[in-house]
C-alpha cells in the first residue's frame, strides 16, 4: 500500500512494506516525523512527491529490517531518524542518476559523445544500457547496438524494411516499457 499525505503535508507511512513484511512502529514513527522534510527535500530535486512516498515508504522497511537484523552486541543507532533520512536520500539519488541515463539513452544522438567523452559516465551508461537490454527483445537490443555504432534511423529502417519513423517509435516505445519496469517514470 502506497505512502499517503495527511491534511498537513506529512506521509502517513503503512505498517507493511510493499512485500508485506512488516516495518517496526519505531522505524515508522521515525518515518512520519521525517516525511514532511523528505518530500520537500525530494521535490526540490524535481522528484515526483509520489515517487517520494514509496521511496520514503521503501526505505522505512529496509531500515526496519536492517535494525531487526543486527546483532545485540552492535552498537545500536543514535538517532533513527537521521539514519532514515540518509538511507531516503541514497534511494532519491539513485532515483534521480537512473531517470538521468534514461533520459541519456532516450536522447541517444544529442547524449552519446557528451557520454563517452566522460569515462566514469560512460562506464554507468554501460551498467544502465546492460541492464536496459536484459528487458528488451531481441529487435530492441539490435536498434540500440546500431545506434551505438553510429548508424542512423534511416539505416536501421532499412534493415527492418521498416519507415525511419517506425524504427524510432518502436525503439521510443520499446524504453518506455523499460522505464515502467525498472521505475523510472
Known sequence: MPAQADENGAVRVSPMDQRGRPISPLVLSAAEEVSRRAIHHAEKLLVDPAVAANLLEEAAATVSRTLNAKNTHERPVQDLESYLFRAFLRRVNRT??????????????????????????????????????????????????????????????????????????KFSQALQKVRKKLRLK
Open 96 to 169: 534521480k542518476k537512473r531517470q538521468s541515463l534514461s533520459a541519456d539513452a532516450v536522447n541517444l544522438d544529442e547524449n552519446l559523445s557528451r557520454i563517452t567523452s566522460d569515462p566514469r559516465r560512460a562506464l554507468e551508461m554501460k551498467i544502465f544500457v546492460d541492464e536496459l537490454l536484459l528487458q528488451c527483445d531481441a529487435a530492441v537490443r539490435d536498434m540500440l547496438i546500431r545506434r551505438l555504432g553510429g548508424a542512423s534511423w534511416k539505416e536501421i529502417g532499412r534493415a527492418y524494411r521498416i519507415s525511419s519513423h517506425a524504427a524510432e517509435s
